[in-house]
């Protein structure tokens, strides 16, 4: 998959940003926001989602996935995460699966308050992944 141009990057981490000012954290009080360019081009994003019951929390990166998946896309070329901190927070491991799912070759960026980053392939994330095809 062809990686998104430095302007789609751009608009990806601006949107990932303001998906973090919505984020719903009462109990970690660590928002964070995530937007994917799907197949199609078109950007979504989304914000994690705490819950008293912890287990039924949900990452930004998975809300922005699903919403995604939700509006009609397979697939996804790049994700950015933004986290309010001074070094940049790589996605859990649940998240990197659920890339692997719908991107398996997804450029993957992370983003704080500094201008530290990470701009990774999701390959190198997740290496060795589990994937659809492996279902066959």
Known sequence: ???????AIRRLEKSARGAAARAY????????GAAVIGGSGRVYAGCNVENASYGLCNCAERTAIFSAVAAGESSVKAVAIYTPTALPTAPCGACRQVINEFGPDAVVI?????????????????????GPGDLA
């Open 25 to 32: 954290a009462p109990y970690s009080r660590f928002p964070v």
């Open 110 to 130: 992370s983003v704080c308050d500094s201008k530290n980053r990470i701009e990774t392939q999701l390959s190198a994330l997740l290496p060795g992944a589990f």
């Open 1 to 7: 998959m062809k990686k998104p141009t430095d302007v």
